[in-house]
């Protein structure tokens, strides 16, 4: 069960912010489970891995993502501090662990958990990381969705509460899901946004696709405005004029080494090109960081 749940870690962290991460081990006693009120019965959790989306309805509650299957207690206390009813349904955004290993947990207890269908079947065959090799095993048959959808939209309802469910395809990965609650104005990302003004790993050997995390950003320009409030998949609550500055961020990374993709430069040349420097100095975390960045976007491309 540790062996499993490291690897999981091991392979998020090294997704999302280089391989030195993954050396890291979590202290799953020491993560505290943070609640922000964001109005309207919506609420906003941290702990570790990706945050958690939290709609209360009349008498079931609906969540996003559940982190790591260790701190299922604790996000279930969290919650429980928020409202005594029952948790009626999970959303996963994707497939990672960070986001997805509250699953297997979460179903013990009876809750529905809800997806794209392409995360069912990454999550029943294992996966392999496309920047560092590293295998994620099959998960055990109790953490699959129960409920999945393939593509458009779909409404989750639960007590009055309705998320509306959007698939972008082939964005952060190929089950990436946006999920909008009107009601409340609230609108959780996955992994398609991150709010840390740092470039947000492509999953390219999953289907992950920098025009796809372009798409998925125009729509939540397009849905939100300024009083929006935004969970990203990492980082602090977010405003429309956060996403604005990662999709230009993203459009630029995309235009730049499309142009040299379709030059016919190799992989290796446009890696050593640098062709995102400027961005680089501000939004890689460290040289690693960076070179794999310009890796993703360029696989993006050899999709098709
Ligand atoms: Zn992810």
Known sequence: MLRITSAALGFAAAMFAGAALAQQPIDWDKIEIKTIDLGNKTYMLTGQGGNITVAVGS??????????????????????????????????????????????????????????????????????????????????????????????SRNVEAGGRVAKLTHVTNAHTDGDTWVYFADANVLATGDTFNNLKKYQAIDFANGGDVRGMIAANEAYLKVANDNTRIVPGHGGLA??????????????????????????????????????????????????????????????????
Request: proline share 6%; aromatic share 6%; charged share 20%.
């Open 59 to 152: 008498d079931a509650i609906i969540m996003v993502d559940g982190q790591f299957a260790p701190l299922h207690p604790k996000i279930k206390a969290a919650i429980a501090a928020i409202s005594p009813l029952p948790i009626k349904y999970l959303i996963n955004t994707h497939y990672h662990g960070d986001h997805v290993g509250g699953n297997g947990p979460f179903q013990a207890d009876g809750v529905i958990v809800v997806a794209q269908d392409n995360i069912r079947v990454r999550l029943a065959a294992g996966t392999t990381n496309g920047i560092t090799g590293a295998k994620a095993p099959p998960v055990a048959p109790g953490a699959l969705p129960k409920e999945t959808y393939v593509g458009g």
């Open 239 to 304: 405003t429309k004029a956060d996403v604005a500055v990662f999709h230009n961020m993203l459009v630029t990374a995309r235009d730049r080494i499309e142009k040299l993709f379709n030059e016919g430069k190799s992989e290796e040349e446009v890696i050593a090109m640098k062709p995102l420097a400027d961005l680089d100095a501000t939004w890689s975390n460290n040289e690693e960081h960076a070179r794999n960045y310009t890796k993703m976007i360029y696989n993006s491309f050899r999709r098709s």
